[in-house]
């Protein structure tokens, strides 16, 4: 059997363990019931180092496992010798310490960065224990569901599905078809949970940028009912109104960036333009108090008739895009983009960004063709606020979304010229 010398790599390995160690050990430190803390843990996580230099240097796994079986049956029988001192089982110290050993063992295999990333999540979950105990206490059977749902969606179906194109044009791709569905209904349900949570509490700000997580053509919906009738003041479901929409070019540049990385720099500059021409033109309905509000309703995005249906009315637009730049060029894709976004510009967004990555279409014709969709969208949502909140609700809320629009076909132009 030979040994490793001392070099540099071997120390820094030891050094992490040691300092992972320290740091998990530090927290449980504050706690009366666990019988491990700051030397035990650090002690753990070099057993871990050891065992995997040991492992490496005789050719055999099974050190790994034995001690990790030894920092198991120690901390267990600990906790035996002393079955009721404070109440507590102690399988949160338990189980740490096990991961500990397991970080001490990464450490040796080269995954600094990875046992690093691992060691502090770990501490923060142990340190925020009473704040998560909370937030579970206060979920309800709803907001557990669709938690559950999300992960049905990600990690049960996502994985089973072909990544291969089919069908005409090969447009349609399960895999990435239902990737998106997962990424949307994953925005959606992080806006979703966060008005179910706390948006009894929410003001107007609030409500407005969650809306538009969610749903901004729902949260204009909304509050352009209750404007017209009355049931909610003019300025308040304005602010809500014109912040759920603001949130909609940000939302895409994101969709952007995690789809489409090589588009992501030209949309987000366009976008991003157009987001702060709005919140330009909306600062002087946003100043003065926070006023509370009704937080907008809105149907949980991660039901599977929401997922299907998105997902079908995606693989249409995607399929009438790819039919329509076969027949009329770049004018097909911006006629696609004007109809569709009447109704969702998510869609046609993701659509026109796939075009791209297949190279059908050019960077700047999927630019245009989102300008325009959300040019559609926009002037649906108009319609709504004219028409079902009013004249007082609509001039309101008309300026902030008008410019939002001018402002990304202005940088578009900018782009262009």
């Not at 987000?268 to 709005?278: D, E, Q, R, T």
Request: hydrophobic share 55%; aromatic share 6%; proline share 6%.
């Amino acid at each position: 059997m030979s040994l490793p010398s001392p070099e540099p790599h071997i120390l820094a390995a030891f050094a992490t363990s040691l300092a992972l160690g320290l740091l998990i050990g530090l927290e449980r430190e504050r706690s009366p019931a666990a019988l491990a803390g700051l030397r035990t843990f650090a002690l753990v996580a070099l057993l871990g180092t050891v065992c995997g230099l040991l492992a490496q240097a005789l050719g055999s796994s099974w050190i790994v496992a034995a001690g990790m079986l030894c920092a198991a049956l120690a901390i267990v029988a600990a906790y035996l010798a002393r079955p009721a001192a404070d109440g507590d089982p102690g399988t949160t110290t338990e189980v740490a310490l096990v991961l500990c050993y397991a970080l001490g063992v990464l450490c040796w295999l080269g995954q600094l960065e990875l046992a690093t990333m691992l060691g502090i999540t770990v501490t923060l979950l142990l340190h925020f224990k009473a704040e998560l105990a909370g937030l579970a206490r206060r979920l309800e059977p709803e907001e557990l569901r669709s938690m559950l749902q999300f992960a049905v969606l990600s990690l049960v179906v996502l994985p089973l599905l072909p990544d291969r194109d089919y069908g005409p044009y090969a447009a349609f791709n399960p895999y990435r078809t239902w990737l998106l569905v997962v990424l949307i209904s994953g925005v959606g349900l992080v806006g979703y949970l966060a008005l179910r949570l706390f948006g009894q509490q929410a003001g107007t700000r609030v409500a407005g940028l969650l809306g538009g997580l969610v749903s901004s053509t729902a949260t204009t919906l909304l509050y352009a009912r209750l404007a017209g009738r009355k049931e909610a003041p003019l300025r308040p479901a304005a602010r809500v109104t014109v912040l759920a929409n603001l949130v909609v070019p940000l939302r895409l540049a994101l969709i952007a960036a995690v789809t489409a990385p090589a588009l992501a720099g030209p949309l987000a500059a366009v976008l991003g333009c157009g987001a702060l021409a709005g919140l330009l033109s909306a600062l002087p309905l946003l100043r003065g108090p926070v006023e509370p509000v009704h937080p907008p309703a809105a149907g949980n995005p991660v039901e599977l008739p929401a997922a299907l249906g998105f997902a079908a009315f995606y693989g249409a637009v995607l399929l009438a895009v790819a039919w329509l730049t076969d027949r009329a060029g770049q004018g097909g894709l911006y006629l696609a983009a004007l109809i569709s976004g009447t109704t969702d510009v998510d869609a046609v967004t993701l659509s026109g960004l796939r075009m791209h990555a297949l190279g059908r279409q050019s960077a700047d014709a999927v630019l245009a063709a989102v300008v325009l969709a959300l040019a559609a969208n926009t002037a649906a949502k108009l319609a709504i606020a004219f028409v079902l909140g009013g004249g007082g609700f609509g001039r309101r809320v008309a300026g902030p979304l008008a410019a939002t629009v001018a402002g990304c076909a202005a940088a578009l132009w900018w782009r262009s010229a």
